[in-house]
């Protein structure tokens, strides 16, 4: 007998074992592939549900709910935050809802002390419910910058440009290239429309004002479904800044 013949038809056998399965294992993934993708169609064309007009709108409710509880605006909630810090910046402000209590939401920078904070506001007496710890704030970009309005002042201004307006979140901007601040708000007006508003943080002055319509996008998210209400019954309501 050739030993040598066995042996290479030995290594071959092998070879050919160890092929089959590699290609095997290849399917497996394959088919294991094409059952998710079917998968995530099926759930896809079972979840996607056309527009219905039910009987019963919890949205609806919610809406009712926060115009009959949100006593206090945007303006007087930055001013309260203002009045309780002097020297500082309230960079960022927002309308949301924290652990079921309807609020505001400040962003505050103490530019002297090089510290940030936030500040949460009570939306039904204007009461300040908390003052988180400072952290340290080291970015330059605001000492530099001409600031001598305030958000609230500029709110006041922009929320005059929306006929029956709210302001819903308001943000300060510096501009990167000439170092120019001003303040964007996002207001809706009593029909469910929102405008952004853009106030000059230097005067005062209203720079521009854009109609943004009230679909989902990145400066016109104004959001209030079932998807946010989840754990422990919070629910998510606000004007999302990006912040």
Do not use: C
Not at 6 to 23: A, E
Not at 132 to 159: G, H
Not at 174 to 198: C, H, L, P, W
């Amino acid at each position: 007998m050739n030993t040598s013949n066995v042996f290479s038809n030995n290594i071959g056998r092998i070879d050919r074992m160890r092929m089959l399965r590699r290609y095997g294992i290849i399917a497996a993934i394959v088919a294991a592939a094409i059952v998710a993708t079917i998968g995530v169609v099926s759930a896809y064309k079972y979840y996607s549900t056309p527009e219905i007009q039910g009987s019963a709108n919890l949205a609806a409710v919610i809406e009712n709910f926060i115009k009959e509880n949100r006593k206090v605006t945007f303006e007087s909630a930055s001013k309260t935050v203002e009045a309780g810090n002097v020297g500082v910046i309230v960079t960022e402000g927002r309308f949301t809802v924290m652990q079921g209590y309807l609020v505001y939401a400040f962003r505050v920078v103490d530019l002297e002390r090089g510290e940030s904070y936030k500040m949460i506001v009570d939306a039904g007496n204007g009461s300040v419910l908390y003052t988180s710890e400072p952290v340290i704030f080291r970015s330059s970009k605001y000492a530099y910058a001409n600031i001598a309005v305030k958000i609230s002042d500029a709110a006041t201004n922009a929320v005059k440009e929306v006929v029956n307006g709210t302001v819903e979140s308001g943000k300060l901007i510096i501009d990167k290239n000439n170092g120019s601040a001003f303040y964007t708000f996002m207001i809706k007006d009593g029909e469910g429309k929102f405008y952004m508003v853009r106030v000059d943080a230097k005067d005062g002055s209203v720079i521009d004002v854009v109609e943004t319509g009230n679909s989902k996008g990145w400066y016109k998210e104004y959001w209030h479904d079932h998807y946010y209400y989840g754990y422990g019954h919070e629910y998510g309501y606000g004007y999302k800044h990006g912040w």
